[in-house]
């Protein structure tokens, strides 16, 4: 399995189990993740030259997974 189809992948994870039952709010965990500081977070994958080798599961991407890998338990 490639990065691309973890991306699409966990996508599809978080459709199926973050939706909210108000559509106005939209998805719990992109609530979530709007407050994280992507900037800063970008900023240090630049720094660190985190994403030197990527082709398509950036940093970014795999943060995402690892904090809904632990808020899903």
């Not at 407050?35 to 985190?50: H, I």
């Given at each position: 399995?490639?990065?691309?189809?973890?991306?699409?992948?966990?996508?599809?994870?978080?459709?199926?189990?973050?939706?909210?039952?108000?559509?106005?709010?939209?998805?719990?965990f992109t609530?979530?993740?709007?407050?994280?500081?992507r900037k800063?977070?970008?900023?240090?994958?630049?720094?660190?030259?985190?994403?030197?080798?990527?082709?398509?599961?950036?940093?970014?991407?795999?943060?995402?997974?690892?904090?809904?890998?632990?808020?899903?338990n």
């Amino acid at each position: 399995m490639g990065g691309e189809d973890f991306a699409h992948l966990f996508e599809d994870l978080i459709f199926l189990f973050c939706k909210t039952s108000y559509p106005e709010l939209g998805y719990v965990f992109t609530q979530l993740v709007d407050f994280l500081p992507r900037k800063n977070f970008e900023w240090l994958v630049k720094k660190y030259d985190g994403n030197k080798y990527v082709k398509s599961f950036t940093c970014w991407n795999h943060l995402l997974v690892l904090l809904y890998g632990q808020l899903s338990n």
